[in-house]
């Protein structure tokens, strides 16, 4: 994976610690962003894996803390629920703005709801998907409403309350937030693909929680029983296999743009370069095989693939070990495995030191206990015959021309 961290600016002024979740080998497909739980934060496992499993689906997920929360800037009392859905918004704007507009919402027990309610009104969003959501947002409020004298709470009061073991400064409008949504008011207004994963054993926010979202919810519509997980999903299992189920559920709303097929033309390799698209990063084709090449982040590549020379040192340590291993095969050499390592550099002719010559330095490490040590030289020495290693070492001839 690959990793952008970015500050956000909410409605309130305050700067939302985010960070964006992109796949390794390639563009994000679509953008996703997951709200964490309640007093929760974006560092919690359940959010990392999660994001971690959709990256492999092609998508750039971004995880934020809520305002007071994590790394965000504010303070808790403002991170009453209504507050949360704007953070939502906002967040999406920005990327929206600066990326793309992210087309999931991925929410974690309080967050699922949030990501519900924001998902009405975000035009862009195509998707939703719950983990353990309560089916009353003012479900949170058992975490701390037997800390406070709500009748007696002044209008511009804070108090302290204990939850999950940490203190928050909470006031008034927060408590009252949490009863100005109705939840299932917004499931069933939402008309858009949505799924639920919820465990049957959540001691926090039980399963009827999730029964009543199902059914107050409009097809298409998912329901996933998280068997054996906990609400938090403390399990790393058990967070990559929601990321992975939502990644498979998804597909069926956002169909892959059909990829141009590319030929070699009857050559044996073609490099494709979408100039629009992308910096360095070439896709290169054979008759039937498909891979990447780029260059590193430090020259400006998106290092999506092996650099030129790196297939090039590739070539040769692939032709190396091939020839070694039919020359074994033949001998009848029994041999466990073994590996060749290749470095490629720029040195000094030693014939004319203004010029720079291409220097490729192979080590051989066979691993055969049956070999005595003159078979094992003699292995290193087939090595140096290969054919790669031969069309390096002697002047080659190449053409250009223009199709």
């Not at 979740?21 to 560092?43: R, T, Y």
């Not at 990644?247 to 490099?271: D, H």
């Amino acid at each position: 994976m690959r990793f952008e961290n970015l500050k956000i600016p909410n409605r309130k002024g305050c700067l939302l610690h985010a960070q964006l979740v992109l796949p390794e080998h390639d563009h994000p497909s679509q953008f996703a962003i997951f709200a964490h739980s309640f007093s929760g934060s974006s560092s919690y496992n359940a959010v990392r894996y999660v994001s971690q499993a959709l990256t492999n689906h092609g998508f750039g997920v971004l995880r934020f803390d809520f305002t007071g929360l994590g790394r965000s800037q504010g303070e808790f009392a403002d991170s009453y629920f209504s507050a949360n859905v704007d953070d939502i918004i906002q967040v999406h704007e920005f990327m929206t703005e600066k990326y793309e507009a992210p087309s999931l919402l991925v929410g974690h027990s309080l967050g699922g709801a949030a990501v519900i309610t924001a998902a009405n009104r975000i035009k862009e969003i195509e998707a939703v998907a719950t983990i353990g959501a309560p089916a009353d947002v003012a479900h949170v409020k058992h975490h701390f409403i037997d800390q406070v004298d709500v009748e007696n709470l002044k209008e511009d009061e804070a108090i302290s309350v204990n939850i999950g073991g940490r203190d928050f400064m909470i006031d008034k409008e927060f408590i009252e937030d949490f009863s100005k949504i109705n939840l299932l008011d917004e499931v069933k207004k939402l008309h858009k693909p949505i799924i639920f994963f919820h465990s049957p054993y959540d001691k926090i926010v039980g399963i009827e929680n999730a029964q009543k979202l199902y059914l107050g919810a409009y097809h298409p519509k998912s329901f996933v029983s998280l068997d054996g997980a906990d609400h938090l999903l403390k399990s790393k299992q058990d967070s990559i296999y929601v990321g992975n189920m939502i990644g498979v559920w998804v597909n069926k709303y956002f169909p892959k743009p059909k990829e141009e097929k590319i030929s070699a033309k009857g050559e044996q390799v073609v490099g494709y370069l979408d100039a629009k698209e992308d910096k360095f990063t070439t896709q290169m084709v054979t008759k039937k095989h498909h891979f990447l090449a780029d260059e590193p982040l430090s020259v400006g590549g998106d290092d999506f693939g092996p650099s030129p020379y790196e297939l090039l040192s590739s070539s040769l340590a692939a032709c190396t070990a091939m020839t070694i291993r039919m020359y074994a095969n033949r001998k009848k050499w029994e041999i466990e495995n073994l590996k060749v390592y290749v470095t490629h550099s720029k040195i000094e002719d030693p014939n004319d030191a203004k010029k720079k010559i291409d220097l490729f330095e192979k080590k051989i490490e066979v691993d055969a206990a049956t070999l005595n040590d003159e078979q094992i030289d003699r292995l290193v020495e087939i090595g140096a015959k290969c054919p790669v290693h031969k069309t390096l070492n002697t002047d080659n001839k190449l053409t250009t021309q223009r199709v």
